[in-house]
């Protein structure tokens, strides 16, 4: 038997029992495998397994055409027509019904029939690898079940390229990693996994190769694996393919280049995988900060209109009733009037602050500060906000390098950040302390608390922490300004928090020189 040609499961389909038993023979003798059947209804109870079918032309019953005909309408195996009589009609309406070959019962067809059935089967391993390649290629462009399509490609490689097992490994995060197994195979996995690390680290004992081939049939050595580095067109490594038989055998020059074509496959459908979960990982935050930047309209359409209606009403006010207001009265509405102005020039700021460092704009003006006085002028600023907690101050009168107005809306955001997630009258504390040429100040509140989750995403721009809001005003941008504006001055601001116990944001500046 041709070395290329494995054992083939064979259905001798013949009504005359003597026939049967020479073409059984015959084939048994050439090393394949046989079934018999005595006419058509039995031969397709019996197709499962089969490779080919030798079905004789004239069957009782069903005969061969119809026989043919519905093995063919199953997708069944590759069907022989044999007949006794060498008419070219009857050739030609096999092969019209689907037949690959036709054999005359001639003096010397059982000599000729190991042949037959090889060469037979070639053209039926053909046409069966055509079908898969194309399947597979179409569902590598289609896919997008990781799971699915890695199975499909190595029970396909298993099957095609006649393996015990196929076994496909591919590189994540600089690890080699098992991603898909078919069939079984006695194995050392740990060392599976090295021998398929060393072909993607270019360990050439570790790879399988085709020394001397030049055509197709040439043999490589024995050996119970082929190795197959999966194809990358920027060269990094993507994984390996790996063929194991429960016996060292010879590939053929063939074999390996159909083992690179399901490598290519893998590699195709790990690369449109990974763009794939990329796009959607793209199409996931840009959804988040569509919904983010919806709410932050939302919020800062709200936060324009609080003290716009507080101005317009004020203002109204004294328009209207100017002569029937008192002067006391009229300055402590012209006093709202003005506060609440400045609150939504504070709010546009902001917003504008916001802008600059989300286009990286954000130019500090960094000159020498006394750190205390900028402490002091925040408090006093907030001082309607604050009024009834104590503020506990233990600041060092230290210059730091910083611009005035970046560290009054950084520490104004910290005090109102303290405030606004602490009980109303629980004190605040503000602490500075020196370390080398770094100076860190600290504001510290006895609130609600962070969980770790929150504390990592606090100072994500639009995230805000519900609980203890209570229902409180913001843009949910506060802290994201904070950490933007101690970074643009040179510094680090992080936060150290526990549920029920309070937070303490704090914040670097290099001491001024």
Same mark, same amino acid.
């Given at each position: 038997?041709?070395?290329?040609?494995?054992?083939?499961?064979? $259905?001798?389909?013949?009504?005359?029992?003597?026939?049967? &038993?020479?073409?059984? /023979?015959?084939?048994?003798?050439?090393?394949?495998?046989? /079934?018999?059947?005595?006419?058509?209804?039995?031969?397709?109870?019996?197709?499962?397994?089969?490779?080919?079918?030798?079905?004789?032309?004239?069957?009782?019953?069903?005969?061969?055409?119809?026989? *043919?005909?519905?093995i063919r309408a199953t997708s069944g195996p590759s069907v022989v027509m044999?007949?006794?009589?060498? +008419?070219?009609?009857?050739?030609?309406?096999?092969?019209?019904?689907?037949?690959?070959?036709?054999?005359?019962?001639?003096?010397?067809?059982?000599?000729? *029939?190991?042949?037959?059935?090889?060469?037979?089967?070639?053209?039926?391993?053909?046409?069966?690898?055509?079908?898969?390649?194309?399947? $597979? !290629?179409?569902?590598?462009?289609?896919?997008?079940?990781?799971? +699915?399509?890695?199975?499909?490609?190595?029970?396909? !490689? /298993?099957?095609? *390229?006649?393996?015990?097992?196929?076994?496909?490994?591919?590189?994540?995060?600089?690890?080699?990693?098992?991603? !898909?197994?078919?069939?079984?195979?006695?194995?050392?996995?740990?060392? $599976?996994?090295?021998?398929?690390?060393?072909?993607l680290s270019g360990s050439p004992e570790a790879l399988v190769e085709a020394l001397a081939p030049t055509g197709s049939g040439e043999e490589t050595g024995l050996a119970d694996r082929l190795l197959v580095p999966l194809p990358s067109p920027d060269g990094d490594p993507l994984g390996v393919l790996v063929l194991?038989?429960?016996?060292?055998?010879a590939f053929l020059l063939e074999e390996i280049e159909l083992a690179g074509v399901f490598a290519s496959f893998a590699g195709t459908a790990l690369r449109n995988l990974d763009q794939l979960e990329l796009e959607r990982r793209l199409v996931t935050e840009l959804q988040q900060s569509l919904e983010l930047r919806r709410d932050l309209v939302a919020s800062v359409s709200h936060e324009l209109r609080t003290p716009l209606t507080c101005i317009t009403g004020f203002s109204s006010t004294l328009l209207q009733h100017w002569e029937a207001i008192g002067d006391a009265e009229r300055r402590d509405f012209v006093s709202k009037v003005r506060h609440h102005a400045d609150e939504l020039a504070d709010l546009v700021e902001g917003l504008l602050d916001f802008a600059s460092a989300?286009?990286?704009? *954000?130019?500090?003006?960094?000159?020498?500060?006394?750190? &205390?006085?900028?402490?002091? =002028?925040?408090?006093?600023?907030?001082?309607? $906000?604050?009024?009834?907690? &104590?503020? !506990?101050?233990?600041?060092?009168?230290?210059?730091?390098?910083?611009?005035? &107005?970046l560290l009054r809306r950084t520490l104004v955001n910290l005090l109102a950040n303290a405030v606004k997630y602490s009980e109303?009258?629980?004190?605040?504390?503000?602490?500075?302390?020196?370390?080398?040429?770094?100076?860190?100040?600290?504001i510290v509140d006895r609130g609600v608390g962070l969980s770790s989750d929150e504390a990592y995403r606090v100072f994500e721009p639009f995230w805000r922490a519900?609980?203890?809001?209570?229902?409180?005003?913001? =843009?949910?941008?506060?802290?994201?300004?904070?950490?933007?504006?101690v970074r643009v001055m040179g510094g680090q601001v992080r936060v150290q928090s526990a549920l029920g116990e309070g937070s303490t944001f704090s914040f670097t500046l290099r001491r001024a020189l």
């Open positions: 038997m041709d070395v290329g040609v494995p054992r083939i499961s064979v $259905l001798v389909v013949d009504d005359n029992e003597d026939h049967r &038993h020479l073409m059984d /023979r015959r084939l048994r003798e050439s090393g394949h495998l046989v /079934r018999q059947a005595a006419d058509g209804t039995e031969a397709l109870d019996r197709l499962d397994g089969i490779d080919l079918v030798l079905l004789d032309y004239r069957l009782p019953g069903l005969s061969g055409i119809d026989t *043919l005909e519905r044999i007949t006794g009589m060498g +008419s070219e009609s009857i050739a030609v309406e096999a092969m019209r019904a689907g037949a690959i070959d036709y054999v005359v019962k001639d003096t010397n067809y059982l000599s000729a *029939l190991p042949q037959v059935v090889e060469r037979a089967w070639r053209v039926h391993d053909l046409a069966r690898r055509a079908r898969e390649l194309q399947r $597979l !290629a179409l569902l590598v462009n289609s896919a997008t079940d990781r799971k +699915s399509i890695f199975d499909e490609i190595v029970a396909g !490689a /298993r099957v095609l *390229l006649r393996a015990d097992a196929c076994v496909l490994y591919v590189v994540r995060s600089g690890t080699v990693i098992r991603e !898909a197994l078919a069939g079984a195979v006695e194995v050392d996995t740990g060392e $599976l996994a090295a021998a398929a690390g060393g072909v194991l038989t429960s016996k060292p055998r989300e286009a990286g704009k *954000l130019e500090p003006d960094l000159v020498a500060v006394d750190l &205390h006085d900028a402490v002091r =002028t925040a408090i006093d600023g907030l001082a309607p $906000l604050i009024e009834g907690r &104590h503020v !506990a101050v233990t600041v060092q009168p230290v210059k730091v390098m910083a611009d005035p &107005h109303a009258g629980s004190p605040v504390a503000i602490r500075s302390a020196s370390d080398g040429g770094l100076v860190r100040l600290g519900h609980r203890g809001d209570k229902g409180r005003r913001g =843009t949910g941008i506060g802290l994201t300004l904070v950490r933007d504006y």
